[in-house]
């Protein structure tokens, strides 16, 4: 059974750099089948997705967020990772990583089929 | 982006009750809608994909309904394991964005 982890600070001063990783298990991250995605999850903005990768590099990140977002994945280490600049308090959030399900494919079968536990990062000084 | 509504945001039920939740997008995403189900301290659970698949491993009791703008997840015959609170999120484009949540708790 495909697992998720995801590692990193817990606390982050304001305007420094969020970085977090997740290491998957059990299932290759170079499988061409799957995209990887990043969601955080705050009571002020409930579930919200902020980017998604390929082991290709094709990438998708939610606007708002575009100028301060890099997501990538390592095959070599089967990781996934996010790093998120100038962060505020607004960036506070669990992050889950997950697993997309049906993006390379002409289907409507896309969900999220496996998540990380998730990670809560607090931004403050 | 595509907006996603859910209503009652809170229903209160018993075990062996039927419980519906709606959700409504903002424009038509056809069939690409997905269920989640999440428990306190937990990372949410696909239920439902393509707005009417169950996923694998999942109860029957457990079915969605609707396509384009309006959605339904039905609970029948709720269990003690269904208490949680559950999310639409539809999957058509990027962003992929979610509703609100409803969160059944017992009465």
């Known amino acids: 059974q495909l697992q998720l982890q995801e590692s990193g600070p817990g606390l982050v001063k304001p305007s420094e750099t969020l970085s977090l990783t997740c290491s998957v298990s059990?299932?290759?991250?170079?499988?061409?089948?799957?995209?990887w995605d990043w969601i955080r999850q705050s009571p002020e903005k409930g579930l919200e997705w902020i980017g998604s990768?390929?082991?290709?590099?094709?990438?998708f990140y939610k606007a708002s967020l575009k100028s301060r977002i890099t997501i990538s994945v390592d095959t070599s280490k089967n990781q996934l990772s996010l790093r998120l600049s100038s962060v505020t308090a607004a960036d506070t959030a669990v992050y889950f990583c997950a697993r997309l399900v049906g993006m390379t494919t002409a289907t409507t079968e896309r969900r999220y089929d496996s998540w990380g536990q998730g990670t809560l990062v607090t931004v403050s000084s | 982006d595509i907006q996603m509504t859910q209503s009652p945001s809170s229903v209160s039920a018993s075990v062996g009750d039927r419980v519906t939740i709606t959700c409504r997008a903002s424009?038509?995403?056809?069939?690409?809608l997905a269920w989640y189900q999440q428990k306190p301290g937990e990372a949410p659970k696909v239920l439902i994909y393509s707005a009417s698949s169950l996923q694998s491993g999942v109860p029957s009791r457990f079915s969605g309904s609707g396509s384009g703008t309006d959605f339904t997840l039905t609970i029948n015959s709720l269990q003690p394991e269904d208490f949680a609170t559950y999310y639409c999120q539809q999957t058509m484009t990027f962003p992929l964005t979610f509703g609100g949540g409803t969160k059944v708790e017992i009465k």
């Open positions: 059990d299932g290759s991250i170079s499988s061409s089948l799957y995209y």
């Open positions: 424009q038509g995403v056809g069939n690409w």
């Open positions: 990768t390929h082991k290709t590099g094709d990438t």
